[in-house]
């Protein structure tokens, strides 16, 4: 059965860190680009990050730069979202989904961002993370 699940998630303090996982399965990684998603309750999902599978090329949301490490293991057929210096306002269920070879990106603007309303191939069931003190 084809299928993306994530862990990882959890509750934690201001300034902690998680580790997400995606991990596949019935497919591998190796042609296809990750995204990373998050959704609050009472608002819109929004792209956190993404790795290309032709070049690894990486992307993230300005809100997350400096501060979220994406990256992936083919061997493992997992991708993996390193969370540092969490804020309250990163708490939401993280997604992450698939698309064939690059991340689908949109222009807003004058910048370009993940972009959500794309018809990915894959997408996992979501894991909580929670950063609350």
């Known amino acids: 059965q084809v299928q993306l699940v994530e862990s990882g998630g959890g509750l934690v303090q201001p300034g902690g860190s998680l580790r997400l996982s995606c991990a596949a399965s019935g497919f591998t990684l190796d042609y296809y680009a990750i995204g990373w998603f998050r959704q609050a309750p009472g608002k819109e999902r929004e792209g956190v990050s993404c790795i290309s599978s032709s070049d690894g090329s990486t992307y993230y949301a300005d809100s997350v730069k400096g501060r979220f490490t994406i990256s992936r293991d083919n061997a493992k057929n997992t991708v993996y979202l390193q969370m540092n210096s969490l804020k309250p306002e990163d708490t939401a269920v993280y997604y992450c989904?698939?698309?064939?070879?690059?991340?689908?990106?949109?222009?807003?603007?004058?910048?370009?961002?993940?972009?959500?309303?794309?018809?990915?191939?894959?997408w996992g069931q979501g894991t909580q993370v929670t950063v609350s003190s």
């Open positions: 989904a698939a698309a064939l070879w690059s991340c689908p990106r949109s222009l807003d603007g004058s910048s370009w961002k993940i972009a959500v309303r794309y018809e990915y191939d894959y």
